[in-house]
């Protein structure tokens, strides 16, 4: 089943070529209020640990019907592998804390080797992931093959997982739809694959960028999660281009059924990106936090506050509504902008609409989510 689907989201990424946008059509008619709420495939850019929540198996992406901008970017897919079984508290504490302590030792191995450094308190400029670094990749030096320097830096790599594991069982809970109590303590385990690419003359940059997620929840109560992110840059007036590489961490907590807290830090620990032609560059570290309230089921509230510690802070607000069943209707305010979605599920599909106004340029994006 994960190589059949490992290959139908690869075929997806060859044929929609300038068709799917980064941020997604529901989040982003929700004004881009979804750190607290990220219980989708879109979970990987908002919130990592959100892929936890929701068991299921989909494929989505979006794509910009018209008036591109440079907020925006190209070519998305997002594979979400999310499934449950049951576990008591302990073990599951147990495991997180396990796993986070080899993932603790294999950082410090990195950073050791001088590879892998932390995101915050670094000198030297930093750049905010919607922009571009072309104006920082000089273009006079020689160049030398990136892909020769990956081969040497890469010693092995993984393959034939154990997907046919025992406790699979696949959901078809909707996100919108109340939670059913079970007797039973239950356990969330979630593999995400991300790929983007944009290439944008505006901006002066082209870039590839691939996503790896894996994320643990408890009862959808609590859920922790980390994302790889890594990059493959081009200025696209040279040719010139630069590899890197990031991690992002975040969690979401729901006390009661009706309130939601996230937090992410992207790019806490960081490769510098290093460019054909000798040039360093790297992304600034940022920390998003969000509320996600539900004054009764079948209407959603948010808020969310992007680069927390920053002084360019943006504010996000948005909504989300069940209006009929199977039919949802969001709106939003990306930080003064507003934006306005619509969802409609048929069947195992799910085809969302999104108008985002303001600096977004009256852009109409919409997209699609197929569950398995």
Same mark, same amino acid.
């Given at each position: 089943?994960?190589?059949?689907?490992?290959?139908?989201?690869?075929?997806?990424?060859?044929?929609?070529?300038?068709?799917?946008?980064?941020?997604?059509?529901?989040?982003?008619?929700?004004?881009?209020?979804?750190?607290?709420?990220?219980?989708?495939?879109?979970?990987?850019?908002?919130?990592?640990?959100?892929?936890?929540?929701?068991?299921?198996?989909?494929?989505?992406?979006?794509?910009?019907?018209?008036?591109?901008?440079?907020?925006?970017?190209?070519?998305?897919?997002?594979?979400?592998?999310?499934?449950?079984?049951?576990?008591?508290?302990?073990?599951?504490?147990?495991?997180?804390?396990?796993?986070?302590?080899? =993932?603790?030792?294999?950082?410090?191995?990195?950073?050791?080797? /001088? %590879?892998?450094? !932390? @995101?915050?308190?670094?000198?030297?400029? +930093?750049?905010?992931?919607?922009?571009?670094?072309?104006?920082?990749?000089?273009?006079?030096?020689?160049?030398?093959?990136?892909?020769?320097?990956?081969?040497?830096?890469?010693?092995?790599?993984?393959?034939?997982?154990?997907?046919?594991?025992?406790?699979?069982?696949?959901?078809?809970?909707?996100?919108?739809?109340?939670?059913?109590?079970?007797?039973?303590?239950?356990?969330?385990?979630?593999?995400?694959?991300?790929?983007?690419?944009?290439?944008?003359?505006?901006?002066?940059?082209?870039?590839?960028?691939?996503?790896?997620?894996?994320?643990?929840?408890?009862?959808?109560?609590?859920?922790?999660?980390?994302?790889?992110?890594?990059?493959?840059?081009?200025?696209?007036?040279?040719?010139?281009?630069?590899?890197?590489?990031?991690?992002?961490?975040? =969690?979401?907590?729901?006390?009661?059924?009706?309130?939601?807290? /996230? %937090?992410?830090? !992207? @790019?806490?620990?960081?490769?510098?990106? +290093?460019?054909?032609d000798g040039s360093s560059t790297r992304y600034e570290m940022l920390v998003n936090a969000g509320l996600a309230?539900?004054?009764?089921?079948?209407?959603?509230?948010?808020?969310?506050?992007?680069?927390?510690?920053?002084?360019?802070?943006?504010?996000?607000?948005?909504?989300?509504?069940?209006?009929?069943?199977?039919?949802?209707?969001?709106?939003?305010?990306?930080?003064?902008?507003?934006?306005?979605?619509?969802?409609?599920?048929?069947?195992?599909?799910?085809?969302?609409?999104?108008?985002?106004?303001?600096?977004?340029?009256?852009?109409?994006?919409?997209?699609?989510?197929?569950?398995?």
């Open positions: 089943m994960f190589r059949k689907l490992l290959v139908l989201f690869l075929l997806l990424a060859v044929v929609s070529q300038n068709a799917f946008a980064l941020f997604g059509a529901r989040p982003m008619g929700m004004g881009g209020a979804f750190t607290a709420i990220a219980d989708d495939a879109n979970a990987p850019y908002w919130n990592p640990a959100g892929i936890a929540l929701n068991p299921e198996v989909s494929l989505t992406g979006s794509t910009m019907i018209n008036n591109r901008n440079t907020f925006v970017g190209d070519n998305v897919g997002n594979l979400k592998m999310s499934y449950e079984t049951e576990m008591n508290p302990f073990q599951w504490i147990a495991g997180v804390g396990l796993a986070s302590m080899f =993932a603790l030792e294999g950082a410090k191995y990195l950073s050791d080797q /001088g %590879i892998l450094k !932390k @995101g915050w308190g670094r000198a030297g400029e +930093a750049t905010a992931r919607e922009e571009s670094m072309a104006e920082q990749v000089k273009g006079t030096e020689e160049v030398v093959s990136l892909r020769q320097e990956a081969k040497k830096a890469v010693k092995a790599a993984l393959w034939d997982l154990p997907w046919d594991l025992p406790w699979y069982r696949p959901h078809r809970h909707y996100y919108w739809e109340p939670r059913v109590s079970q007797a039973a303590t239950k356990a969330q385990f979630a593999l995400g694959v991300s790929w983007l690419n944009d290439y944008n003359p505006p901006l002066n940059q082209g870039t590839n960028w691939y996503t790896l997620t894996l994320a643990s929840g408890f009862e959808q109560r609590v859920a922790v999660g980390g994302g790889v992110n890594f990059y493959n840059l081009q200025k696209i007036s040279t040719g010139i281009r630069g590899i890197g590489a990031d991690v992002d961490l975040g =969690a979401i907590a729901k006390p009661v059924d009706y309130i939601s807290f /996230g %937090i992410v830090t !992207k @790019g806490i620990l960081t490769t510098d990106i +290093a460019w054909q309230v539900k004054p009764i089921y079948s209407l959603t509230l948010a808020a969310d506050v992007h680069n927390l510690f920053r002084t360019n802070q943006t504010y996000h607000y948005g909504a989300e509504a069940v209006l009929l069943p199977g039919l949802l209707g969001r709106a939003g305010i990306s930080d003064g902008s507003k934006t306005v979605g619509l969802s409609l599920a048929v069947g195992n599909i799910i085809i969302d609409y999104a108008l985002l106004g303001g600096i977004y340029n009256r852009s109409q994006m919409i997209g699609a989510a197929w569950r398995f």
